[in-house]
């Protein structure tokens, strides 16, 4: 089954800039028409959608976020990758990394890495 593993600092400064990438298994980021996602989860709140990435390299980003917020890619090592610039406290959580099969809901077969811990603080 598809394999996703969030790697990255765990500590971040403020106002510097977080980087997560998304490492995938048994699947191409480019081969099928899924939605390659980053979402969070700050302590005690539900899940944010932060944005996403197609097979096709389109990117859309949550409006919220959009003005700090970039998703890229890297094909040669089949990953994704965030980057969430002038961070504050307000960004701690629990990041995830998912491919999803539609662009709006949740299917059951969709994947999800196990997340890691992000803490922005001096």
């Known amino acids: 089954q598809v394999q996703l593993q969030e790697s990255g600092p765990g500590l971040v400064k403020p106002s510097q800039t977080l980087s997560l990438t998304c490492t995938v298994s048994?699947?191409?980021?480019?081969?099928?028409?899924?939605?390659w996602s980053w979402i969070r989860q700050p302590p005690g709140k539900g899940l944010e959608w932060i944005g996403r990435?197609?097979?096709?390299?389109?990117?859309l980003i949550s409006p919220s976020l959009e003005s700090r917020t970039s998703i890229s890619r890297d094909t040669s090592k089949n990953q994704f990758i965030l980057q969430l610039s002038s961070v504050t406290p307000e960004d701690t959580g629990m990041y995830y990394c998912?491919?999803?099969?539609?662009?709006?809901?949740?299917?059951?077969?969709?994947?999800w890495g196990q997340g890691t811990q992000v803490t922005v603080s001096s």
């Open positions: 990435i197609t097979s096709s390299g389109s990117t």
């Open positions: 048994r699947a191409s980021i480019t081969t099928n028409d899924h939605y």
């Open positions: 998912a491919r999803f099969i539609g662009g709006s809901i949740f299917y059951p077969d969709d994947y």
